[in-house]
């Protein structure tokens, strides 16, 4: 069985947030069970509601559940889980891991990818120009506890400062998410003249 990693922290999540988590052993996880597993639950903008989504096809799992039952808490500041285990979680056959995608609305938009940080940098930047103000950049890799067809996103703001290495004939970029430290950001190659 693979090793899972889990953010060892407190994490808060919010509306529109999709976390994997390892459920928890309540009566209601037990009942469908699904205690200790790893489930995709997106959180509802109905306070304190959360939904499974099935691991195989994606779509809602059993009805909305209250976040209590699956392993979260709250405290003043909100509903927090210590057994989140990935973040920006989404079930897709068109992603190609290791991968910049352009998203708008919090969907991915086709073909619009690259392992060039910068092309797709400035994708959505012409689109904020063509007032598409959601449009975003994320790095989509492979889920690390989900199957193949899942990944997780994270956002990469636009104004993300990158690193050049020159080689002798390409350079390569880097760049520092709060995620990813020192993650790769594209090699271009050197015309030879």
């Keep these: 069985m693979p090793t899972h990693y889990k953010r060892p922290e407190k994490h808060y999540v919010k509306p529109g947030d999709t976390v994997v988590v390892k459920l928890g052993w309540s009566e209601c996880m037990m009942s469908l069970g699904l205690a200790g597993k ?15 989504l099935s691991v ?5 799992y059993s009805m909305p559940n209250p976040l209590g039952w699956m392993s979260f808490y709250k405290d ?3 509903w927090y889980s210590h057994d989140v285990y ?11 891991t290791g ?8 969907k991915q938009l086709y073909g619009v990818q690259s392992r060039l940080f910068e092309e797709m940098r400035d994708e959505a930047r ?14 989509v890799e492979n889920s ?29 970029t880097w760049i520092d998410l709060p995620t990813h430290f020192n993650l790769f950001a594209g090699r271009y190659h050197f015309q030879e003249v």
Excluded: K
Aim: aromatic fraction near 12%; charge should be negative.
């Design 38 to 52: 790893f489930m995709p639950v997106p959180i509802l903008e109905n306070d304190g509601f959360g939904q499974l």
């Design 56 to 60: 195989d096809t994606g779509r809602e």
């Design 76 to 78: 003043d500041e909100g």
């Design 86 to 96: 990935e973040t920006g979680a989404s079930r897709t056959v068109t992603h190609t």
């Design 99 to 106: 991968r910049f995608y352009v998203y708008v609305d919090g």
């Design 126 to 139: 012409a689109m904020h120009e063509r007032d598409i103000p959601s449009a975003e950049v994320r790095f």
């Design 144 to 172: 690390r506890c989900m199957p193949t067809w899942w990944s997780r996103s994270v956002v990469v703001p636009l104004d993300t400062e990158i690193r050049e290495f020159d080689g002798p004939w390409y350079r390569d």
